[in-house]
């Protein structure tokens, strides 16, 4: 069974960190994008950041230059480094594997964690 498991979520207060990872489990093939999204509630989820194998970066508009994406495929793990945290970072956060397993290519999303920016 191939899942994903995130951990790393929390409160915190403005201003403040949190370091994010996501771990792939079972008989992964490759893993080729890893990366984060978010959904804050009453929106739509919306992509926070990506990193590919070969580690070329993407990142939203809105966290350029406050979060960092980084990943260890020996451990097949992504991170999310999440710093100068603000209110409006408050959300659920997802993380998104795009892997080749025995059953095929397809993507596959972590339960969520939380994470509450709050004074």
């Known amino acids: 069974q191939v899942q994903l498991v995130e951990s790393g979520g929390g409160s915190v207060q403005p201003g403040g960190s949190l370091r994010l990872s996501c771990a792939a489990s079972g008989n992964i093939f490759s893993i080729y994008t890893m990366g984060w999204y978010r959904q804050a509630p009453g929106k739509q989820r919306e992509l926070v950041a990506t990193?590919?194998?070969?580690?070329?970066?993407n990142y939203a508009d809105f966290v350029k230059g406050q979060f960092t994406v980084s990943r260890d495929n020996a451990k097949n793990t992504v991170f999310l480094q999440m710093n100068s945290l603000k209110p409006e970072d408050t959300a659920v956060y997802y993380c998104?594997?795009?892997?080749?397993?025995?059953?095929?290519?397809?993507?596959?999303w972590g339960q969520g964690t939380q994470v509450t920016v709050s004074s």
């Open positions: 990193i590919t194998s070969g580690g070329r970066t």
């Open positions: 998104y594997a795009d892997m080749r397993t025995a059953a095929g290519r397809y993507d596959r």
